[in-house]
């Protein structure tokens, strides 16, 4: 088992900030794709961004120029950093990876082995 976990979600209002945290084994971290989703209810779960195992990083188009990944290798944490956050932006987010798979971003969602437990964000207008 691949442990992930998420912190950082929360509540703000439209045009605040949120930065999500997913730490991960230095395996996982150095080693598989790693990326957001989330899932709003009543909608399907859909990719927000992700880092591909060729340090490729693929963001939706919805959250480009808003979103932004980083990580720090020293505590192998994957980061989203959230600006000008709209109320579609509400839903429950995800970090996930994959050994499998060269690009996260590329496969159903449906295929990635390991999730973590998942964090809430709330954006009220």
């Known amino acids: 088992q691949v442990p992930l976990v998420e912190s950082g979600g929360g509540s703000v209002q439209a045009g605040g900030s949120l930065r999500l945290s997913c730490a991960a084994s230095?395996?996982?971290?150095?080693?598989?794709?790693m990326g957001w989703f989330r899932q709003a209810p009543g909608k399907e779960r859909e990719a927000v961004a992700t880092?591909?195992?060729?340090?490729?990083?693929i963001y939706a188009d919805s959250v480009k120029g808003r979103f932004t990944l980083s990580q720090d290798n020293h505590s192998n944490t994957l980061y989203l950093q959230m600006n000008s956050l709209k109320p579609q932006d509400t839903a429950m987010y995800y970090c996930?990876?994959?050994?499998?798979?060269?690009?996260?971003?590329?496969?159903?969602?449906?295929?990635?082995?390991?999730w973590g437990q998942g964090t809430q964000v709330t954006v009220s207008s």
């Open positions: 230095k395996d996982t971290y150095s080693t598989a794709c």
């Open positions: 996930a990876a994959d050994f499998q798979f060269l690009r996260c971003y590329l496969v159903s969602w449906r295929a990635l082995k390991y």
């Open positions: 880092i591909e195992r060729d340090g490729t990083t």
